[in-house]
Nanobody
């Protein structure tokens, strides 16, 4: 079992930036992909961004052009750079390690991002 720990959340003004980190307790190379999801208050958890092992990325339409997902395999860490933040980006952000063979993914505990003036 791999433990995922997110960090980097906080309070930021609209238009500001944050970088989230997701540190894994073991290697992330063997996972199908590493992903970020978020859940706003009273909302369902939704997909934000994903990066596959060979670097291919995909994003939710709502964050395209503003968010960038990256990974450092040597540090077992995944990042989410968030620019031009909007109020609607306010949510708890979760890191996920997606596994092969339809196994349940691993999840972190989440980090709160609040966008407010």
């Amino acid at each position: 079992q791999v433990q995922l720990v997110e960090s980097g959340g906080g309070l930021v003004q609209p238009g500001g930036s944050l970088r989230l980190s997701c540190a894994a307790s073991g290697s992330i190379v063997g996972f199908k992909a590493m992903a970020w999801y978020r859940q706003g208050l009273g909302k369902e958890r939704e997909f934000v961004a994903r990066i596959l092992g060979y670097g291919v990325t995909n994003y939710a339409d709502s964050v395209k052009g503003r968010f960038t997902v990256s990974r450092d395999n040597a540090k077992n860490t995944v990042y989410l750079q968030m620019n031009n933040l909007k109020r609607e980006d306010t949510a708890v952000y979760y890191c996920s390690a997606e596994r092969y063979a339809f196994k349940e993914p691993y999840w972190g505990q989440g980090t709160q991002v609040t966008v407010s003036a």
